[in-house]
C-alpha cells in the first residue's frame, strides 16, 4: 500500500511540473535583442564592427578549433586547427 502511495504522488508530482513547465516559456531572440538594445542602446549595437565565434570540434578522438570572425559590412573568415 504504501509503495502506490508512493508511485501516486510521483506521478502527481510530474504531472504538477509538466503543467508549470508549459505555462513557463523561453525568451525568444527577439526579446532577448529588446532587452539588450534597450539596456546598452542602438548606438552601442551598430558600432560593434567584428564578432568571433570559437567552437571544439570533437570527432574520433581529435580536437579541431575552429573560429569565425564576422566583420561588417560583409567580410567574414573561417580559421582551423
Given at each position: 500500500m504504501k509503495l502506490r502511495s508512493s508511485l501516486q504522488q510521483i506521478v502527481l508530482l510530474v504531472a504538477a511540473l509538466a503543467t508549470v513547465c508549459g505555462?513557463?516559456?523561453?525568451?525568444?531572440?527577439?526579446?532577448i535583442v529588446a532587452k539588450y538594445i534597450a539596456a546598452r542602446g542602438l548606438d552601442k549595437l551598430q558600432q560593434m564592427q567584428t564578432v568571433w565565434i570559437t567552437r571544439h570540434i570533437v570527432s574520433k578522438g581529435f580536437v579541431t578549433l575552429q573560429i569565425f570572425d564576422f566583420k561588417r559590412p560583409s567580410a567574414w573568415r573561417d580559421t582551423m586547427w
Open positions: 505555462v513557463v516559456s523561453a525568451q525568444t531572440v527577439d526579446e
